[in-house]
């Protein structure tokens, strides 16, 4: 009695089990069929920007448009070899989003141990201020800018356009090391004092290099921050200090025309940085967003 049930519940099971198995492919295929569909989407624009720069000038405007260029051309990646002032916007971008993505890691690294690992009056509060200081839109701190840099001199240099980019990207770096920080268990500090070390000796020697992706995943979040900044850079710099995406724009787009291929060229070359330090960085990157999700 006792064999013939058993045989029963597991013919049973593997009835359910087959019944469900349909299900569940239908179930993976839609899910796949939906990413597939969504970054088909997100890539279309990339796409497009590459194709209309392999194109011949007479191509790039024929209608109905092609998906798939008939013809390829370098001439518009040779024009920007020969184009002295886009090198000197370039110069611009590196020196700007460096400084800012310096600047930003080493400040956000101090105020996220002094929260994460010291207990004072006021630190939620100050937490939560800088928390706050997120939900203000950027744009609206552009007038407020101009006139602070105009009365003290600094409107039209690199330093007004780092200062307005480290400010901006503070915020969410410090919250970003903070919960790194938090997974850097306190018995290690302890240990440090007992062995007579400072507490910048600890933070230095200890908590830095254990907090070395969230350093980097900083780092490359205010390098990029900088670096595609267009509103700033337009307002607060001189034409000669501008980066690249206002000089893009001041280059390329005129009055009367536009230069959409040696646009979409520059474009994609300007975006070649970024894209390299994402690969050779992907590792530190996802370390770093995701260190500070579980704590220890």
Known sequence: MTATLTRTATVSRRQVKARRRPDQVRSRLAAWIAVVLIGLFGMLPVYWLVATAFTPDDRAFSFPPSLFPTE????????????????GYLVNSVIVSVVTAVLSVVISAYMAYAFSKFRYRGRKSLMHLVLASQMFPQALLLVTLYAVFSASGLLGSYTALILSFTTFTLPLCVWMLKGIFDTVPSSLMEAAAIDGASRLRTLHQIALPLAAPGLVAAGLFA???????????????????????????????????TAWPDLMAASFVVSLPVIAAFMFLQRYLVGGLTAGAVKG
């Open 72 to 87: 390829i051309t370098f001439d518009h990646f040779a024009n920007l070899a020969e184009n002295e002032q886009l090198f």
């Open 223 to 257: 390098f990029v921050r900088a670096w595609n900044d267009f509103v700033f850079a337009l307002t607060l710099t001189d034409p000669d200090r501008q980066t690249l995406p206002p000089g893009l724009v001041h280059t390329y787009l005129g009055e009367f025309q």
